[in-house]
């Protein structure tokens, strides 16, 4: 799934961090021999976007929310 439009970078020293709203999903490493992507497991770069990988429910009974770790509470 795209989520490029939702990721905030914050600038720290030489990297920018990257955020989809309060979670850090990676850095970018800002240096003289060329800008380096460092992305965390289930997230991918790629034509200048950001992508996070997901579940695609495919069977009749599955649901896009899970709640089974939340009692049934979403």
């Not at 799934?1 to 309060?22: A, F, H, P």
């Not at 991918?44 to 992508?51: H, T, V």
Request: negative net charge; proline residues 1%; glycine residues 10%.
């Amino acid at each position: 799934m795209d989520i490029t439009d939702r990721i905030v970078g914050k600038l720290s020293e030489n990297q920018v961090n990257l955020y989809d709203e309060s979670t850090l999903v990676g850095r970018i490493v800002l240096n003289t021999q060329g800008n380096k992507y460092e992305l965390m497991e289930g997230y991918e770069q790629g034509n200048n976007k950001i992508y996070k990988y997901v579940d695609v429910t495919t069977g009749p009974d599955q649901k896009y929310v899970d709640c089974d770790y939340e009692n049934g509470w979403c």
